[in-house]
């Protein structure tokens, strides 16, 4: 059972791991993408400033039309690599009709070059200033518009990817605990089924002189048969964790109850921590216990309602764990984990974490397990559970 819970946290670290070398990637890549489309837009505006020294007074067309047409050269290379970077359809197409205007400028230069051949100055300039302007800054708008796709398809490529971490790292949250209970519940059950053995063969009352003998002659002692089990070291948070569950799961008063919510927020590094419950309506949550606040904050807390923008009430209506990254100067981060019950959400689990740990998967993972042990005291029965009455009334 141990290996199994090892197994699923190593599972939810790895898939953690290579999901933000992933979104790492691809946040590589739309920075390569924007930095080209700007270098794109940058050559547009040039180009369309070198088309309109045709007609100005200066250094003439045998300057500026080679000019325009090295400018209209490298600029299509760079659609080109624009368009091999873009990772979705909507991007590509804005960049191919940019790459249309691009073709469109390249005619309407031509004109303009003929009516200067011609002598035709003023037809000309009327077709630089006005179809070539014009050309110019649509491709320049194409090529922003793809910018923007290309923005939120990774941002909700990211979003999504962060539901499927914090849903692997509840998942081996919720094994673990399991493997805890199952290995509370086995070792009694192991106990009694050697102990009745030995009461029927009469050994409880005295010793037998052969086991006497065996303990006491090496040669016999080495003879017998010895199941050996090789040590491995256990984390000490692991065992602190597994410690601070056992007694949630034993808790029966108020008072014990509020303590080990302190013990819980010395294991995550938290600054305070609130637990909110649901009404029975299920409209909103209201704070019931907390850490790190005095009796009057608590009651200052106002109730959120379920529908509100903040990180309780989502961990509230989608029974995932939200995180609360610590903003520089302004506000510490949080990890919100939901009260999970046979009936569903009932409520949430809040740390505020001073330390900026909020991102950590050991933070994470305790604040998960934590959650769901104050679940199965607060969903209990009311006869089975004087702590929730006590905490809501």
Request: proline share 5%.
């Amino acid at each position: 059972m141990g290996a199994v819970a090892w197994l699923a946290i190593g599972g939810a670290a790895a898939f953690v791991f290579y999901s933000e070398k992933q979104i790492a990637a691809e946040r590589a890549a739309l920075r390569t993408f924007d930095q080209r489309a700007r270098e794109a837009v940058d050559a547009l505006a040039d180009l369309r400033a070198s088309q309109q020294a045709y007609v100005a007074a200066g250094q003439g067309t045998d300057f500026w039309v080679p000019k325009v047409a090295g400018l209209m050269e490298s600029t299509t290379r760079t659609l080109s690599a624009i368009r091999a970077s873009a990772g979705n359809a909507a991007s590509r197409a804005s960049v191919d009709d940019a790459a249309s205007s691009l073709t469109e400028f390249a005619a309407i230069d031509k004109r303009a070059r003929d009516y200067i051949k011609a002598g035709q100055l003023l037809m000309a300039g009327d077709v630089i200033f006005t179809e070539g302007g014009q050309t110019a800054t649509l491709a320049a708008r194409y090529i922003e518009s793809g910018r923007l796709s290309e923005h939120q398809a990774f941002d909700a490529s990211e979003a999504d990817m962060r539901k499927q971490q914090a849903a692997a790292l509840a998942a081996a949250a919720l094994v673990t605990v399991l493997v805890l209970v199952l290995i509370g519940v086995a070792r009694p059950a192991v106990a009694e089924t050697v102990e009745k053995p030995v009461e029927g063969l009469g050994l409880a009352a005295a010793p037998s002189p052969s086991r006497d003998v065996l303990l006491r002659e090496p040669s016999k002692r080495e003879a017998t048969p010895v199941s050996v089990f090789s040590a491995r070291a256990v984390s000490p948070i692991l065992k602190n964790a597994a410690n601070l569950c056992t007694e949630f799961a034993r808790v029966t008063s108020l008072e014990d109850l509020t303590a080990l919510l302190g013990r819980a927020a010395d294991m995550l590094d938290a600054s305070g921590l609130v637990v909110w419950l649901g009404t029975p309506t299920g409209a909103d949550l209201r704070p019931v216990l907390a850490h790190g606040y005095s009796d009057q904050a608590l009651a200052r807390m106002p109730t959120v309602p379920r529908s509100a923008n903040n990180a309780a009430a989502a961990a509230y209506r989608s029974g995932t764990l939200q995180i609360v990254l610590t903003q520089p100067g302004s506000s510490a981060g949080a990890v919100v984990a939901p009260l999970l019950g046979p009936d569903g959400c009932i409520g949430a689990l809040s740390a505020e974490i001073a330390s900026g740990g909020e991102g950590s998967d050991a933070v994470q993972a305790l604040a998960t397990l934590f959650a769901a042990q104050l679940a199965a005291v607060l969903a209990a029965p009311p006869e089975a559970a004087p702590v929730k009455a006590a905490s809501v009334s």
